[in-house]
């Protein structure tokens, strides 16, 4: 990234997510190496609404699997509120990822068998929270992004958006604070997309930290600053003149 970064520590708290010279290559050595990230240096506070864009291949996923600490990088650090993530054991590192993060894919990964009810509960049996309660925030989480009605239905009954909306409240169900969303409105029309939008900037506006991956300039818009990635590097988009 060139030039500073912006100030992102919000009173005295350390940002939520900060990395420092963050480089990743694929199978490094081999015919086969992809140098994939290139010395990334990105802060985001508490509450922050962040979109990141780019062109195909330019690093954006692997980017998004290191703060979601699915990935190691090669070089740099990560500091995830203040934790440098590369000193916690498995043990520490999956607890986390439970507690603080939360991920939506652009496939939205639900599990066809489960009803979207079963689908948003279960991150919290991983989390040992009992029966009753985790279906009584299910219920609250499928109520909050408009699907009370839809609590029965599977995957395959449900629309694009609203696979979608079951993939957030899923995302969100451990109450991490930080949302993660790689390509959440790509699959769908744009005024789903817009209905998908509006529900980040809700939970932005209810305190939780969203970065956002992004194709659509309408909808990095929305955020409160845009990176772009070109080839490994992550620069600040400047603003429209
Ligand atoms: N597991 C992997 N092994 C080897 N190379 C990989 C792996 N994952 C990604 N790459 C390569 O790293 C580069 C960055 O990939 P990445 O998935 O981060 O791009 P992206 O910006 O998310 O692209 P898209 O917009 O198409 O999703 C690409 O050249 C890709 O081929
Ligand atoms: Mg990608």
Redesign the pocket.
Known sequence: MTGPAPAATVGDRPPVIETRGLG?V??PGSQ?E????RGVDLRIGHGEFVAIM????????????LLGCLDTPTTGSYLCDGVDVSTLDAEALAVLRRDTIGFVF?GFNLLPRMTALENVAMPMAYAGIPGAERTGRAHQALAAVGLASRESHRPSELSGGQQQRVAIARALINRAPVLLA??PTGALDSRTGEEILALFKQLRDDGHTVVL?T?DPEVAAHADRTYV?HD?ELHLQEEPA
């Open positions: 990743k694929y199978s086969a992809v140098v994939a990230l780019g062109p195909s291949g330019s690093g954006k996923s692997t980017l998004m699997n652009q790689d390509e991956i194709h990635m490994g």
